[in-house]
C-alpha cells in the first residue's frame, strides 16, 4: 500500500511541475491547491531538497523549484523516497542477507517477479509522461 506521504510527495511533484518555468513556488501556494497542511507538507518538501529532487530558496520571493525537467523524474524514484524499496518481501530488501532457504522457497520466483514487475512500471513512468496521460 502507498502511504499518504508517498502520495503526498507525488501530488507536490506534479504541481512544481505543472508550474514549472514559473521560478520558485511558495510553500503556502502549493499546500493551498494541494489541500495539503503546511507543516506537513514541509516535511516532504524537506526530504525531497535533501534528495536533490527540488531546490528551495527561503525569504521573500522563496520557495521551490524542480531541479531538472519533469521527463528526468521516474514515478518510481519519488515513490520509493518516501516509501523504502519496493520489494514485497524482506529478502528481496537492498541490502539484505541471503535467506537460508532461498534454495528450496518456491515462492521467491513469485515475489521476484512481482519485484521487477512493480519496480519496471514506476520506474517507465515520468512525471512528464503522468501530467499527459501517456502511460
Partial sequence: MISTKARYALRVMIDLALH????????????????????????????LVAADMLKGLRGRGGGYTLVRPPKEYKIGEIIELTEG???????LMPGAEECPRSESCITLPLWKKFNVMTHDFFYQISLEDLIAGDF
Fill in 20 to 47: 514549472e518555468g514559473q521560478g520558485y513556488i511558495p510553500l503556502k501556494d502549493i499546500a493551498l491547491r494541494q489541500s495539503i497542511s503546511e507543516k506537513y507538507l514541509e516535511s516532504i518538501l524537506k526530504k
Fill in 85 to 91: 524499496s519496493f520489494a514485497p518481501v524482506a529478502c
